[in-house]
């Protein structure tokens, strides 16, 4: 885990003024640790890593953050540039209609599943009118797949006609596209388990008969090191426009996203995050070099918070979690800034431990009014309970379950939750805690 790593770097770097090549090398042997531990291909890493050097040797240190939290500025900033930068790239639809996208990939990368998402995406979000067309006639009823999908996101699928070869296919695709005047035509093309030959053959000669405006390289973002062979064929038979990551809801820790953005030099586009037919996204570089780095997305959470938390709530917050102090009152403001920042569901996953957290809660059957209840808890307790919560014994956890209204189960949990949170901060503390990652984004 990088925020481990680099918190015993950070903690040698921690005081001094500027950023030595001694302190940059350093750091940059852990980063190049936890880059291969996410799965990014090892050339990618190696470059990355000369890019990052060469920034950071002699980088002035700035007066409100520790030579630590600059290198991880530096660090993520750099990754989100190489993940794509500010810019959000889109489908381009400006072509002469039928505006043809064409998915490939491998069998199983979610070319499929991904055709229906952008039918959906485009009907809804950009009011386009899409025809979408399976060539695959490998698999057993690859075809029915697509139809059945195309039913359930209510965009109308070429009609199946037995027998007929991937080529021929897109030209019926094409010509009924023209007929019923659709804006958009999405050919989901066959995969094989390896790339081959006879799988390149074939892509070739559909982009040749329906010269598609975009062609998107639909990648398992779980493949890893693997990913690179995948993306590095394709990009030299297809003329890719763009790369397709899905399930980035998975535990993948998004590896493949920096090696497939300099393998095949296109944007990636979209990340999928799961089964259902809504779940794709624009591809977010910032959001996955977080991942990438293992720090969850410490950095979005920084930035949301920012905007929630008064400026003096957050300086005091800030001191007491860089004591390793975080009570029942520091537990309370979180708890309100929470309901106003969304809820625990939005927290779930951002802060390092707070999934625990809520997997604690969610299988209690507990939901968002617990931050309600927790409140009431905290409000039950004396002051020095609230400041020592070690002092709750059985009786004391009678008393205050009395006079919330609640059981002394739940007081119980709250006291769990409060203690997944401490260790979440302690993590972040070894960042140098949240002030630290606030003035970081500046
Ligand atoms: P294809 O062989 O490339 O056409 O792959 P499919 O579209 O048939 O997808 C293979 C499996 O992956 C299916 O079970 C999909 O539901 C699943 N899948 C596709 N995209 C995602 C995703 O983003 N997240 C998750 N969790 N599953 C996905
Ligand atoms: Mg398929």
């Not at 695709?173 to 799988?199: P, Y």
């Not at 095949?264 to 570089?285: N, Q, S, V, W």
């Not at 969850?296 to 957050?314: M, N, P, Q, R, Y």
């Not at 901060?425 to 140098?432: A, E, H, L, R, V």
Request: no cysteine; hydrophobic share 45%; net charge positive.
């Amino acid at each position: 885990n990088l925020s481990d790593r680099l918190g015993n770097v950070f903690d040698r770097l921690r005081g001094r003024g500027a950023l030595s090549e001694q302190d940059v090398r350093d750091a940059m042997r852990e980063v190049r640790v936890a880059l291969l531990e996410a799965d990014v291909a090892l050339p990618v890493v190696r470059r990355f890593i000369d890019a990052v050097t060469e920034k950071a040797i002699g980088t002035e240190v700035l007066k409100s953050v520790t030579p630590g939290q600059q290198v991880v500025k530096i660090v993520n900033d750099e990754l989100v540039e190489m993940l794509g930068g500010e810019e959000v790239e889109g489908l381009t639809l400006e072509a002469k209609p039928p505006v043809v996208i064409m998915m490939v990939g491998l069998q199983g990368s979610g070319k499929t599943t991904t055709t229906a998402k952008l039918g959906k995406l485009l009907k809804e979000r950009h009011g386009k009118k899409a025809l979408m067309a399976s060539l695959d006639v490998n698999r057993p009823a690859a075809q029915e797949q697509l139809a059945v999908l195309g039913e359930q996101v209510s965009v109308a699928t070429l009609p199946i006609v037995a027998g007929q070869q991937p080529v021929d296919i897109a030209r019926r695709a094409m010509e009924s596209a023209k007929l019923q005047s659709a804006d958009v035509l999405l050919l989901d093309t066959a995969g094989r388990l390896h790339v081959d030959e006879a799988l390149m053959a074939e892509m070739k000669a559909v982009a040749g008969v329906s010269t598609p405006t975009e062609v998107l390289l639909v990648v398992d973002s779980l493949t890893g090191q693997d990913a690179v062979n995948v993306a590095r064929s394709f990009t030299e038979e297809v003329p890719l426009t763009g790369v397709v990551l899905t399930r980035m809801d998975g535990d993948a820790r998004g590896g493949a996203a920096l090696s497939m953005r300099h393998v095949t030099g296109k944007p990636i586009k979209f990340a999928g995050t799961g089964e259902k037919l809504d779940a794709i996204e624009a591809f977010d570089p910032k959001r996955v070099a977080g991942r990438i780095l293992g720090m969850g997305d410490v950095v979005s959470l920084v930035e949301k918070a920012a905007a929630t938390i008064k400026e003096e709530e957050a300086e005091a917050m800030a001191k007491r979690m860089a004591k390793g102090q975080f009570d029942l009152n520091d537990l309370r403001t979180q708890l309100r800034q929470m309901q106003n920042m969304g809820g625990l569901g939005m927290l779930a996953g951002m802060l390092p431990g707070m999934k625990k957290a809520k997997a604690a809660l969610s299988q209690s059957g507990m939901d968002d009014k617990v931050l309600v209840h927790m409140d009431a808890i905290i409000g039950s307790m004396t002051p020095k309970e609230r400041a020592n919560p070690a002092l709750m014994n059985a009786k004391r956890k009678k008393r205050v379950a009395a006079g919330s209204g609640l059981q002394v189960q739940d007081v119980n949990k709250l006291l769990k939750m409060h203690q997944e949170m401490s260790r979440a901060m302690k993590q972040i503390k070894k960042m140098g805690g949240l002030k630290g990652l606030g003035a970081l984004l500046g």
